[in-house]
């Protein structure tokens, strides 16, 4: 049976018997929160109040990393921009698009870093980036002294490389940061579907997996998450606007919840345990995958 999180008490409750446990067997935890925050399309303000809101009451329940959706800071917004076939409104709508980018010094990033700082948090931003003349599909990890201390980029679309806004550019790079608690790696919606992303996350010492996500969600996403933990090894984190789950590194569903509600866990970190089909690779009978097929 599935374990719904809706209501703060309930979620309290929940917390509190799980740490008792990953303690009792001497693991040591970090306590994660997944926000299932449903934003409005391109209103960054009221977003970011919504944002704000739900990070705060997840913070109460002494929380160490926080996680949100992909996109949740505009909206999530890059496929009205491809939807629309009247070459006039896709032309505005470009516009737009690129106008509601984020730097990484503009003053929502700022807010949050502000945030973050404030409530002694980790806190991963789903949010459109500007950089260069470019746009990317970025989630950002503030650390409590409420500085940027790490950006990913997505690097798989969805809806392929050809038809994206002028400028929307896809990542190169899986990289994982230490925050001291565990090493976090990051990847993007569909960046969970082909099996590299994660792979190449688990290899670069990730010891927590999370993934912001808007697109596809339901059982079969539940599965997939599931596979991705239990064949890398690797806790995830999936945090998409109506669904978050928290699976353990055997694939074990811990926690979820559903449309603006969060789950909570307190993950066990086991970096020097992986499983055979980590260990046991043989690269080298993999080369054709690094060509075009």
């Not at 919504?50 to 109460?60: G, H, L, N, W």
């Amino acid at each position: 049976m599935r374990t719904l999180c809706v209501f703060t008490a309930i979620v309290a409750s929940a917390v509190s018997s799980s740490t008792a446990d990953e303690k009792a067997k001497g693991l040591q935890t970090i306590r994660v929160a997944s926000l299932s925050i449903f934003p409005a399309k391109w209103d960054k303000a009221s977003n970011a109040d919504k944002i704000e809101s739900m990070v705060r009451k997840a913070a109460k329940e002494d929380v160490e990393l926080i996680i949100t959706p992909e996109g949740v800071l505009e909206g999530y917004v890059v496929n009205e921009v491809i939807r629309e076939e009247d070459a006039e409104k896709k032309r505005i709508l470009t516009e737009s698009f690129q106008k509601l980018a984020e730097p990484r010094d503009g003053p929502y990033l700022k807010r949050f870093c502000a945030l973050a700082n404030e409530l002694n948090v980790h806190l991963v931003l789903g949010f459109l980036e500007s950089d260069g003349g470019k746009t990317y599909n970025s989630a950002g990890l503030i650390n409590p002294e409420g500085e940027l201390i790490g950006v990913y980029r997505k690097t798989h679309f969805a809806q392929g490389y050809v038809v994206n806004p002028p400028g929307y550019t896809a990542g190169q790079e899986y990289p994982v940061f230490d925050i001291g608690q565990a090493k976090i790696g990051m990847m993007i919606c569909f960046d969970r579907q082909p099996p590299e992303p994660a792979r190449s996350l688990a290899l670069g010492g990730a010891e927590i997996i999370v993934c912001p996500s808007y697109g596809g969600r339901g059982d079969w996403n539940t599965r997939l998450m599931q596979v991705r933990a239990y064949e890398n090894s690797v806790p995830i984190v999936f945090t998409h606007p109506q669904q978050s789950l928290i699976i353990d590194r055997n694939g074990e569903l811990l926690k979820e919840c559903e449309e603006d509600s969060y789950a909570i866990y307190d993950l066990p970190i086991r970096s020097s345990k992986k499983r055979n089909s980590v260990t046991n690779r043989r690269p080298e009978t993999y080369r054709s995958l690094s060509t075009d097929q």
